[in-house]
Protein backbone atom coordinates (compact mmCIF):
# COMPACT_ATOMS: atom_id res chain seq x y z
CA UNK A 1 0.00 0.00 0.00
CA UNK A 2 1.32 3.38 -0.93
CA UNK A 3 1.41 6.53 1.08
CA UNK A 4 -2.03 8.27 0.65
CA UNK A 5 -0.51 12.01 -0.82
CA UNK A 6 -0.27 15.07 1.82
CA UNK A 7 0.35 18.36 0.62
CA UNK A 8 2.70 19.86 -1.15
CA UNK A 9 2.48 16.26 -3.41
CA UNK A 10 -0.68 16.60 -5.24
CA UNK A 11 -2.57 19.55 -4.59
CA UNK A 12 -6.33 19.59 -5.70
CA UNK A 13 -6.36 19.92 -9.76
CA UNK A 14 -8.09 23.31 -10.46
CA UNK A 15 -7.95 23.20 -14.42
CA UNK A 16 -7.12 20.44 -16.92
CA UNK A 17 -6.55 21.22 -20.29
CA UNK A 18 -5.19 19.56 -23.73
CA UNK A 19 -2.44 20.67 -25.53
CA UNK A 20 -2.81 22.83 -28.82
CA UNK A 21 -0.78 21.58 -32.09
CA UNK A 22 1.26 25.21 -31.64
CA UNK A 23 1.87 24.83 -27.88
CA UNK A 24 2.99 20.99 -28.84
CA UNK A 25 5.24 22.68 -31.65
CA UNK A 26 6.80 24.86 -29.39
CA UNK A 27 7.63 22.59 -26.87
CA UNK A 28 9.09 20.41 -28.91
CA UNK A 29 11.51 23.49 -30.32
CA UNK A 30 12.73 23.19 -26.39
CA UNK A 31 13.79 20.01 -26.34
CA UNK A 32 17.27 19.55 -25.29
CA UNK A 33 19.72 17.15 -27.65
CA UNK A 34 20.72 13.81 -26.20
CA UNK A 35 24.23 13.29 -26.21
CA UNK A 36 24.75 11.09 -29.45
CA UNK A 37 27.53 8.25 -29.33
CA UNK A 38 27.18 7.59 -25.77
CA UNK A 39 25.19 3.69 -24.81
CA UNK A 40 22.37 4.24 -22.66
CA UNK A 41 22.23 2.07 -19.69
CA UNK A 42 20.13 -1.09 -19.79
CA UNK A 43 17.87 -1.54 -22.19
CA UNK A 44 17.53 2.28 -22.87
CA UNK A 45 18.80 2.24 -26.06
CA UNK A 46 15.50 0.76 -26.84
CA UNK A 47 12.93 3.27 -25.18
CA UNK A 48 11.36 6.09 -27.33
CA UNK A 49 11.26 10.00 -26.63
CA UNK A 50 8.10 11.53 -27.31
CA UNK A 51 8.55 14.06 -30.04
CA UNK A 52 8.91 17.03 -26.98
CA UNK A 53 11.12 14.53 -25.29
CA UNK A 54 11.13 12.33 -22.15
CA UNK A 55 8.46 12.09 -20.08
CA UNK A 56 8.80 10.95 -16.79
CA UNK A 57 8.66 12.78 -12.83
CA UNK A 58 10.26 11.07 -10.08
CA UNK A 59 6.89 11.97 -8.22
CA UNK A 60 3.86 10.76 -9.10
CA UNK A 61 0.23 11.07 -7.90
CA UNK A 62 -1.44 7.70 -8.21
CA UNK A 63 -5.20 6.63 -8.04
CA UNK A 64 -6.73 2.75 -7.89
CA UNK A 65 -10.05 2.25 -9.02
CA UNK A 66 -12.23 1.38 -6.37
CA UNK A 67 -14.26 -1.65 -6.42
CA UNK A 68 -17.89 -0.82 -5.14
CA UNK A 69 -18.55 -4.67 -4.61
CA UNK A 70 -15.45 -6.24 -3.08
CA UNK A 71 -15.13 -9.62 -2.73
CA UNK A 72 -12.27 -12.21 -3.40
CA UNK A 73 -12.12 -11.86 -6.76
CA UNK A 74 -11.61 -7.83 -6.77
CA UNK A 75 -9.17 -8.31 -3.37
CA UNK A 76 -7.30 -10.33 -5.58
CA UNK A 77 -6.80 -7.17 -8.27
CA UNK A 78 -6.11 -4.71 -5.41
CA UNK A 79 -3.39 -7.49 -3.95
CA UNK A 80 -1.68 -7.79 -7.26
CA UNK A 81 -1.68 -3.86 -8.03
CA UNK A 82 -0.42 -3.11 -4.68
CA UNK A 83 2.25 -5.18 -5.06
CA UNK A 84 3.29 -4.04 -8.37
CA UNK A 85 2.86 -0.18 -6.76
CA UNK A 86 5.20 -1.28 -4.08
CA UNK A 87 7.93 -2.62 -6.28
CA UNK A 88 8.29 1.09 -8.31
CA UNK A 89 8.07 2.65 -5.07
CA UNK A 90 11.52 1.80 -3.98
CA UNK A 91 12.35 3.28 -6.96
CA UNK A 92 9.94 6.46 -7.36
CA UNK A 93 7.72 8.40 -4.92
CA UNK A 94 4.09 7.42 -5.38
CA UNK A 95 1.45 9.20 -3.50
CA UNK A 96 -2.39 8.11 -3.91
CA UNK A 97 -5.07 10.48 -4.04
CA UNK A 98 -8.92 9.76 -3.74
CA UNK A 99 -9.98 12.37 -6.44
CA UNK A 100 -8.66 10.16 -9.89
CA UNK A 101 -9.13 14.39 -11.20
CA UNK A 102 -5.80 15.07 -8.93
CA UNK A 103 -3.96 11.74 -10.72
CA UNK A 104 -1.60 11.89 -12.52
CA UNK A 105 -1.49 7.96 -12.98
CA UNK A 106 -4.75 6.00 -13.16
CA UNK A 107 -5.37 2.20 -12.42
CA UNK A 108 -8.63 0.96 -14.20
CA UNK A 109 -9.94 -2.48 -12.97
CA UNK A 110 -10.97 -3.43 -16.87
CA UNK A 111 -9.98 -5.40 -20.19
CA UNK A 112 -8.43 -3.24 -22.40
CA UNK A 113 -10.17 -2.93 -25.88
CA UNK A 114 -9.00 -5.24 -28.51
CA UNK A 115 -6.06 -2.98 -30.20
CA UNK A 116 -5.47 -4.48 -34.43
CA UNK A 117 -7.80 -7.25 -33.52
CA UNK A 118 -5.24 -8.49 -30.62
CA UNK A 119 -6.33 -8.55 -27.19
CA UNK A 120 -4.02 -8.27 -23.75
CA UNK A 121 -4.07 -8.30 -20.49
CA UNK A 122 -3.25 -4.46 -19.88
CA UNK A 123 -2.27 -1.38 -21.52
CA UNK A 124 -0.84 2.00 -20.61
CA UNK A 125 -2.12 5.38 -22.78
CA UNK A 126 -0.33 8.56 -22.45
CA UNK A 127 -2.04 12.57 -22.55
CA UNK A 128 -0.15 15.59 -21.67
CA UNK A 129 -1.95 18.25 -20.51
CA UNK A 130 -1.51 21.47 -18.97
CA UNK A 131 -2.70 21.38 -15.03
CA UNK A 132 -3.15 24.14 -12.72
CA UNK A 133 -3.08 22.84 -8.98
CA UNK A 134 -2.66 26.27 -7.21
CA UNK A 135 -0.67 28.06 -8.98
CA UNK A 136 0.85 28.83 -12.70
CA UNK A 137 -0.40 25.74 -15.40
CA UNK A 138 2.17 22.90 -15.52
CA UNK A 139 3.02 20.45 -17.79
CA UNK A 140 1.57 17.26 -16.71
CA UNK A 141 1.31 13.80 -17.58
CA UNK A 142 -1.61 11.61 -17.12
CA UNK A 143 -1.38 8.06 -17.10
CA UNK A 144 -4.24 5.82 -18.13
CA UNK A 145 -3.30 1.98 -17.13
CA UNK A 146 -6.03 -0.57 -18.22
CA UNK A 147 -5.47 -3.99 -16.32
CA UNK A 148 -7.99 -6.91 -16.52
CA UNK A 149 -8.99 -8.46 -13.43
CA UNK A 150 -9.90 -11.55 -14.92
CA UNK A 151 -5.95 -13.15 -14.33
CA UNK A 152 -4.00 -15.29 -11.60
CA UNK A 153 -2.66 -13.33 -8.94
CA UNK A 154 1.04 -13.78 -10.51
CA UNK A 155 -0.20 -12.82 -13.72
CA UNK A 156 -1.61 -9.60 -12.37
CA UNK A 157 1.27 -9.01 -10.65
CA UNK A 158 3.87 -9.17 -13.66
CA UNK A 159 1.03 -7.32 -15.92
CA UNK A 160 0.60 -4.54 -13.55
CA UNK A 161 4.41 -4.16 -13.11
CA UNK A 162 5.33 -3.76 -16.78
CA UNK A 163 2.21 -1.49 -17.65
CA UNK A 164 3.31 0.86 -14.67
CA UNK A 165 6.65 0.67 -16.33
CA UNK A 166 5.33 1.86 -19.14
CA UNK A 167 3.27 4.48 -17.49
CA UNK A 168 6.57 5.86 -15.05
CA UNK A 169 8.69 6.59 -18.79
CA UNK A 170 9.62 3.27 -19.65
CA UNK A 171 7.88 3.39 -23.41
CA UNK A 172 9.96 0.57 -25.03
CA UNK A 173 10.55 -2.99 -24.03
CA UNK A 174 13.60 -4.72 -22.85
CA UNK A 175 14.81 -7.74 -25.09
CA UNK A 176 15.59 -9.38 -21.92
CA UNK A 177 13.11 -12.52 -20.69
CA UNK A 178 13.78 -11.59 -16.54
CA UNK A 179 13.23 -7.83 -16.95
CA UNK A 180 9.76 -6.25 -16.18
CA UNK A 181 9.63 -4.34 -19.64
CA UNK A 182 10.61 -7.64 -21.60
CA UNK A 183 9.15 -7.41 -25.01
CA UNK A 184 8.76 -11.21 -24.25
CA UNK A 185 8.47 -12.53 -20.94
CA UNK A 186 9.56 -16.34 -20.81
CA UNK A 187 6.76 -18.47 -18.97
CA UNK A 188 7.11 -17.34 -15.50
CA UNK A 189 6.86 -13.16 -16.01
CA UNK A 190 9.33 -11.85 -13.61
CA UNK A 191 7.35 -10.27 -10.32
CA UNK A 192 9.86 -8.05 -9.13
CA UNK A 193 12.21 -5.08 -10.86
CA UNK A 194 15.24 -6.54 -12.17
CA UNK A 195 18.60 -4.79 -12.14
CA UNK A 196 18.40 -3.74 -15.79
CA UNK A 197 14.62 -2.51 -15.21
CA UNK A 198 15.94 -0.41 -12.12
CA UNK A 199 19.59 0.66 -14.36
CA UNK A 200 17.39 1.71 -16.99
CA UNK A 201 14.77 3.63 -14.75
CA UNK A 202 17.75 5.82 -13.23
CA UNK A 203 18.72 6.57 -16.23
CA UNK A 204 15.47 7.98 -17.72
CA UNK A 205 15.20 9.93 -14.51
CA UNK A 206 18.40 11.70 -15.23
CA UNK A 207 17.10 13.07 -18.12
CA UNK A 208 16.07 16.55 -18.94
CA UNK A 209 12.42 16.29 -19.02
CA UNK A 210 9.58 19.38 -20.28
CA UNK A 211 7.15 17.49 -17.76
CA UNK A 212 6.41 19.99 -14.55
CA UNK A 213 7.24 23.23 -16.75
CA UNK A 214 5.17 25.87 -16.92
CA UNK A 215 3.61 27.33 -19.88
CA UNK A 216 5.09 27.03 -22.81
CA UNK A 217 4.32 30.35 -23.93
CA UNK A 218 6.93 32.57 -24.88
CA UNK A 219 9.37 34.25 -22.04
CA UNK A 220 8.35 31.36 -19.40
CA UNK A 221 10.12 30.05 -16.86
CA UNK A 222 10.75 25.96 -16.98
CA UNK A 223 12.36 23.88 -15.12
CA UNK A 224 15.22 21.93 -17.09
CA UNK A 225 13.60 18.81 -17.91
CA UNK A 226 12.69 16.09 -20.51
CA UNK A 227 9.15 15.63 -21.94
CA UNK A 228 6.87 13.35 -22.32
CA UNK A 229 5.17 12.09 -25.37
CA UNK A 230 3.15 14.77 -27.00
CA UNK A 231 -0.19 14.34 -27.08
CA UNK A 232 -0.71 10.86 -26.56
CA UNK A 233 2.04 8.11 -27.39
CA UNK A 234 0.64 5.06 -29.09
CA UNK A 235 -0.26 2.94 -26.41
CA UNK A 236 1.77 0.17 -25.13
CA UNK A 237 0.79 -3.47 -24.00
ZN1 LIG B 1 4.70 -3.33 -22.97
Do not use: K
Not at 93 to 106: S, Y
Not at 149 to 170: K, S
Not at 186 to 194: A, I, K, Q, T, Y
Amino acid sequence: MIPAATPPDCPPVEQRRPLGQEELRQLATRVPPEASGQPRPGYGDRLQPSSIGWVTRAVWCVWIEPDPNPDLFSGRWRRGVDDALGRWSHELTLRRVDNPEDAQLRLWRRRPPRLGGRASWGRALLALQMVRRGGPERLEPLVEVLLDPGQRLEGLRATALHELGHGFGLWGHSDQPDDVMAASPGPSPPVDLSPRDRLTLRWLLGRPSLVGSGSPGPGSAETPASAPPPRSGPPAD
